[in-house]
Nanobody, 120 residues
Framework: VQLQASGGGLVQPGGSLRLSCAASGSIFSINSMGWYRQAPGKQRELVAIITNGGIANYADSVKGRFTISRDNSKRTEYLQMNSLKPEDTAVYYC???????????????WGQGTQVTVSS
């Protein structure tokens, strides 16, 4: 199983970015998907998570600004980030809780990380 993240970059404060993360490999089903981020010198923190039924939860720091979504047919999740602030600067990691077979348990897989820099 591989997760390929894309969409990071440099943006000015107040700007927007959209991250994508596509899962590939021998996958039976994907349960939850989500995004974490890690800023320099800080621990990795949860940004947003979405269930396979589309229920989303967000960190308080991004509520009202970020939106997580997923396209199950494409095995892809998205993170729309609006009204970006300098404190959103971090490496963003996508993850997916994947079931490899009908009777198999679930395991977490991670993308490679994509840099988001918010600066004027």
């Amino acid at each position: 199983v591989q997760l390929q993240a894309s969409g990071g970059g440099l943006v000015q404060p107040g700007g927007s970015l959209r991250l994508s993360c596509a899962a590939s490999g021998s996958i039976f089903s994907i349960n939850s998907m989500g995004w974490y981020r890690q800023a320099p010198g800080k621990q990795r923190e949860l940004v947003a998570i979405i269930t396979n039924g589309g229920i989303a939860n967000y960190a308080d720091s991004v509520k009202g600004r970020f939106t997580i979504s997923r396209d199950n047919s494409k095995r892809t999740e998205y993170l729309q980030m609006n009204s970006l602030k300098p404190e959103d600067t971090a490496v963003y990691y996508c993850y997916a809780r994947v079931q490899l077979g009908r009777y198999a348990g679930s395991s977490d897989y991670w993308g490679q990380g994509t840099q988001v820099t918010v600066s004027s």
